[in-house]
């Protein structure tokens, strides 16, 4: 059986050669219980709903998400959750984003910085492009709600895009089994594909970032 330091030791080089790794236990049992009741009745667009972390149960469980990250050392001991995003995709969404990165953060208001541009207002939060610099300290963490099934979209990724070195590897689909999570660099070539799964595909996406970005700046959460 491997020793909880050999699990670290993957994670961390996989993440730094890869770009991403998957964690098939990220929550247990009666934790993904009781998201499955948190998450009941809750219907969002396709571009899924940004304000997850106004629920008190979710900034409850980015915490947990957080500390136990912390033990696979992935995350920086300063890390905080600055964002969730709730996605839903159901077997009639055919909507199939291109290959990107997740470049944009969420911060509390405009700011004058080089740090920071291409402003956008998604959901009331205000977005910025931010520089490579402070995209290498943040992690994003996605953790999936259903069991992985033939069809049901996983995520496409490009092994090593992450350092923004010239990359010809093919894209890769990997999924996680339900509580499970994908963990990888915002600087990550990745894709959701469509379903063709009757299954639904529900996603819990959170981002982790230092306790504060450059030049005086805040998290909008």
């Not at 948190?38 to 304000?51: K, M, N, P, T, Y």
């Not at 300063?78 to 984003?97: D, G, H, Q």
Request: aromatic share 6%; glycine share 6%.
């Amino acid at each position: 059986m491997d020793s909880s330091i050999d699990k670290q030791n993957r994670s961390v080089a996989r993440i730094a050669i890869d770009g991403y790794v998957v964690i098939d236990d990220l929550l247990q049992a009666d934790e993904i219980d009781r998201v499955d009741e948190s998450l009941r009745g809750i219907d969002v667009a396709a571009e899924g709903d940004r304000r997850f972390l106004d629920r008190e149960w979710c900034r409850l469980l980015a915490h947990v998400i957080r500390h136990r990250l912390l033990k696979l050392r992935l995350l920086y001991l300063a890390s905080r959750p600055v964002l969730c995003t709730y996605f839903r995709n159901e077997a009639e969404s055919k909507r199939a984003p291109r290959l990107h990165r997740e470049l944009h953060v969420p911060l509390a208001a405009r700011c004058d910085s080089a740090q920071f541009s291409n402003w956008t207002d998604r959901q009331g939060i205000a977005h910025a492009r931010a520089t490579r610099e402070l995209l290498t300290t943040m992690l994003v963490v996605r953790v999936h709600m259903d069991d992985r099934a033939n069809g049901n979209g996983g995520l496409s990724v490009v092994p090593g895009s992450h350092t923004g070195a010239d990359v010809d590897a093919e894209r890769v689909t990997c999924n996680a089994p339900r509580g499970g999570a994908i963990v990888f660099s915002p600087l990550l070539l990745q894709a959701s594909p469509p379903s063709d799964s009757a299954q639904p595909r529900r996603v819990l996406q959170f981002l982790f970032g230092p306790s504060d970005p450059p030049d005086g700046a805040r998290w909008y959460y």
